[in-house]
T-cell receptor
Framework: DQQVKQNSPSLSVQEGRISILNCDYTNSMFDYFLWYKKYPAEGPTFLISISSIKDKNEDGRFTVFLNKSAKHLSLHIVPSQPGDSAVYFCAASAKGGTSYGKLTFGQGTILTVHP | KAGVTQTPRYLIKTRGQQVTLSCSPISGHRSVSWYQQTPGQGLQFLFEYFSETQRNKGNFPGRFSGRQFSNSRSEMNVSTLELGDSALYLC????????????FGPGTRLTVL
């Protein structure tokens, strides 16, 4: 049961343009969402997060949008840079009980930014 | 602040052996979570420790265990290794469990031959 899904395995973008990475979830108990960037054989690096009480959060070139009714979130990177090329994971968490300390991850999207 | 550290970074074991991996969280963080990453299953939650207590466990066999010490450092142990245990094992820490952001270490690459 894949509760967090990233349906695009890969995305290719030109340098300077916008990158949009998408994520869908099914568990309505999720109340906190995160995006991580990851290189092979390294740990994920935290990029940005959003609480379910918000619909948008910005941090520099990164903006995350949350549409709770559609159970959908997206990460916008503007402008995209070659150094952004990596695997991007969407993750979600819920409060308490069997959710303590547990992030549920999507399968990841490989972003390639061409110079 | 120093980040999450994990030792060793690489490990090669043979089937049937056991292994212990170590994780030191960010100073002040009391929650430590462990994950397994494999090409087929992606990132899967193993367990979480908070103040030396396991508060949550993922869907893994009992061969996978862990503990947390009073200084919040954590170890995970895998006994009777199987080929399928080859994976990148990641540790993450947060200031508390729930919705707080988790920060990951570099991981331990375990290869079982």
């Amino acid at each position: 049961d894949q509760q967090v899904k990233q349906n695009s395995p890969s995305l290719s973008v030109q340098e300077g343009r916008i990158s949009i990475l998408n994520c869908d979830y099914t568990n309505s108990m999720f109340d906190y969402f995160l995006w991580y960037k990851k290189y092979p054989a390294e740990g994920p690096t935290f990029l940005i997060s959003i609480s379910s009480i918000k619909d948008k959060n910005e941090d520099g070139r990164f903006t995350v949008f949350l549409n709770k009714s559609a159970k959908h979130l997206s990460l916008h990177i503007v402008p995209s840079q070659p150094g952004d090329s990596a695997v991007y994971f969407c993750a979600a968490s819920a409060k308490g009980g069997t959710s303590y300390g547990k992030l549920t991850f999507g399968q990841g999207t490989i972003l390639t930014v061409h110079p | 602040k120093a980040g999450v550290t994990q030792t060793p970074r690489y490990l090669i074991k043979t089937r049937g052996q056991q292994v212990t991996l170590s994780c030191s969280p960010i100073s002040g963080h009391r929650s430590v979570s462990w994950y397994q990453q494999t090409p087929g299953q992606g990132l899967q939650f193993l367990f979480e420790y908070f103040s030396e207590t396991q508060r949550n466990k993922g869907n893994f066999p009992g061969r996978f265990s862990g503990r947390q010490f009073s200084n919040s450092r954590s170890e995970m142990n895998v006994s009777t290794l199987e080929l399928g245990d080859s994976a990148l094992y990641l540790c993450a820490s947060s200031s508390d469990s729930g919705s707080d952001t988790q920060y990951f270490g570099p991981g331990t690459r375990l290869t079982v031959l």
